[in-house]
């Protein structure tokens, strides 16, 4: 045999593995749960809060927690990232509690105490179902999604199928697809993804105010992320700068706290850019507020 063909015969075969490895494992990739035995007890101390537990029609079991306020402003649907549980997340209601709001979280299929098979279609019907039935308890005018990394894209699914108050977007990806492009860009990830969340998608049909917030330091989700999304809906949509902020540290900005604030609290305003090159910017990219 020729030496160019066994080359490209054992080129194509590490080709056709690492698309196999990314098709059955990309669940791994993707997904770092933290699994907690069924009779954990969650612990906080200066929250109060009430665990629940939401039973599925095929029988999964779904767990989370709500931390209550007095005479609550309204409620927080907090859609967490892909790693650990919301024994760890819990600690990010505190934000929200001290605006006034009360904050639901909840833990995806296979973390924390939620049991079943986890794929897009099962997460997103999960998280329907537990919408509807916060709608019997909540005017919808009182509900503010929230989605943070992996949960932005599922926030952005449901806040174009119900009329939430607002939907607040903190380091959002465009699509799963294209943030694993930026991984393996030479593999065919539009059949390979099957998690494709096509944020960008359902941000067209949302018709509630959204806030973006991302810092311009984030290495896993890159703030141009957020510049494309703020143009899907730009009459809708603020975009929300935070100089220097990383993926996952955005929570030790002051200016992230400022922000939140002023969102939460409804005294927000429109700033306008007045740097010559953010005047350039197009004007169907959404506005935009950067904070140091």
Not at 41 to 53: A, I
Not at 155 to 175: N, R, T
Request: with cysteine; hydrophobic share 40%.
């Amino acid at each position: 045999m020729e030496d160019w063909m066994l080359a490209a015969l054992i080129g194509i075969g590490v080709y056709i593995l690492f698309s196999l490895i990314i098709y059955y494992f990309q669940d791994f990739f993707l997904f770092r749960p933290e699994k907690l035995p069924a009779d954990f007890v969650f612990n906080y101390k200066d929250l109060d809060f009430e665990e629940y537990n939401l039973k599925t029609a095929e029988g999964a079991m779904i767990n989370g927690l709500r931390f209550r306020v007095e005479n609550p402003k309204g409620i927080v649907f907090y859609l967490k990232g892909n790693s650990k549980s919301i024994k760890g997340w819990g600690k990010y209601a505190r934000d929200f509690v001290a605006l006034g709001y009360e904050v639901l979280m909840v833990d995806y299929r296979g973390f924390g105490k939620s049991t079943g098979r986890r794929t897009q279609k099962t997460i997103l019907q999960d998280l329907d179902v537990i919408y509807q039935q916060m709608q019997k308890h909540v005017n919808q005018k009182h509900i503010i999604l929230y989605g943070r990394s992996l949960g932005s894209g599922f926030a952005a699914q449901l806040a174009s199928k119900f009329k939430p108050k607002m939907l607040i977007l903190e380091a959002p990806y465009y699509s799963m697809r294209s943030t694993a492009r930026q991984f393996v860009p030479l593999l065919p990830v539009t059949l390979l993804i099957k998690f494709p969340i096509p944020t960008y998608q359902w941000l067209k049909e949302v018709e509630c105010p959204i806030h973006i917030i991302h810092g311009t330091n984030d290495q896993l989700i890159p703030f141009s992320t957020s510049l494309q999304l703020a143009k899907v809906n730009a009459k809708r949509t603020t975009l929300h700068t935070i100089l220097g902020g990383g993926h996952k540290n955005l929570n030790t900005f002051a200016a992230y706290h400022h922000i939140l604030n002023l969102i939460l609290t409804e005294s927000f305003t429109i700033p306008v850019q007045s740097s010559e090159d953010s005047s350039k910017e197009s004007p169907s990219a959404g506005k935009e507020s950067s904070v140091l």
